[in-house]
């Protein structure tokens, strides 16, 4: 499943390995994998590990939640209103909250869409915060022939309507950054136009979510680029380039130093886990990026 259509629809340590059997929802197959819930070297957990549901999208969630805090993992990201309930439930923490958005091409860079998101974001922001989470995403749109400086205009006349509101209630919208690659035409496509975007709100709750699988195929120099803005950066997304696959030696990244480069900005937000599993026990790959990351 392609994130474009899900969005628009402590470690735990254990001396035995614990089986799970995992339902796939779209085959009505029976996936059943086997992981070690032992954490041989304890996490350190300078990171605070997140992952995307949309990547294991064939798992149920309560049964992900159930695997994802054996593994170490504390938050998932794009969880919206309906699913609050059952993260609450397994002690797991909302660390992306989507629902607000109309969808990834129709943003806040035209203003067609302006009333209905003001409304959307009017209603969901309060809830956020008394749901006790942080973070709200929300994306720029695409082009469609508008020029970078106009619809960057758009989207500060746009987001002003809401961000007092925001501010209020003690929740940080963040602004997707996407490459050309798997998102034509989108316009949030480079850090230096989302952090003319930030400087133009002038707000400590707007920030970039910036996907650093997607910035190393758009325009390189993660790090560099993380150490330059950071104080712009509120949130971030893992896969490996090329393939958007497991991030560990089969691709170009070497996360380790890119997690280094994270915490000495002094973050202490969640980096979470966006990358889609090629191999077959798709909850080793998981709990292996979690080790790769936990620097």
């Known amino acids: 499943m392609k994130r474009r259509q899900f969005i628009n629809r402590a470690a735990a340590t254990a001396a035995t390995m614990v089986s799970l059997p995992l339902h796939a929802a779209n085959n009505n197959k029976e996936l059943t994998t086997t992981i070690d819930a032992s954490i041989k070297t304890p996490l350190k957990n300078n990171i605070r590990h ?8 064939d798992i ?3 049964e992900f939640l159930i695997a994802i805090k ?3 993992i504390g938050a998932v990201d794009l969880m919206g209103p309906e699913e609050w309930p059952l ?3 397994h002690g797991i923490h909302s660390s992306m909250c989507n629902g607000a958005e109309i969808s990834l091409t129709k943003g806040w860079n035209d203003p067609q869409y302006h009333q209905k998101l003001i409304e959307n974001y009017t209603a969901l922001i309060p809830k956020v915060s008394a749901a006790g989470y942080t973070n709200l995403i929300c994306f720029s749109g695409n ?20 961000m007092p509101l925001a501010e209020a209630h003690g929740v940080v919208l963040q602004m997707e950054l996407f490459n050309q690659q798997n998102h034509p035409d989108y316009m949030c496509d480079s850090t230096e136009w989302g ?3 930030c400087q133009g709100l002038g707000s400590d709750n707007f920030k970039l979510l910036y996907d ?9 120099d993660i790090i560099k680029t993380i150490r330059d803005y950071h104080e712009y950066l509120g949130h971030y997304h893992t896969a ?10 089969r691709q170009e990244l070497y996360y380790p130093a890119i997690m280094r480069a994270i915490l000495a900005t002094g973050y202490e937000g969640y980096v979470s886990q966006e990358f889609v599993p090629a191999d077959h026990d798709v909850l080793a790959s998981l709990k292996k990026a979690i080790e790769i990351c936990d620097v």
Request: hydrophobic content about 30%; some cysteine; proline content about 3%.
């Open 212 to 220: 650093i699988y997607h910035m190393q195929v758009q325009e390189g």
């Open 50 to 57: 997140g992952v995307c549901h949309w990547c294991y999208s």
């Open 240 to 249: 490996g380039v090329p393939g958007r696959n497991e991030i560990d030696e």
């Open 143 to 162: 082009r469609n022939g508008m020029s970078d400086s106009q619809g960057l205009a758009n989207c500060i006349k746009g987001l002003k309507e809401i």
């Open 195 to 197: 952090v003319a975007l």
């Open 70 to 72: 054996k593994i170490g």
């Open 60 to 62: 149920p969630l309560e």
């Open 87 to 89: 993260l609450k439930k």
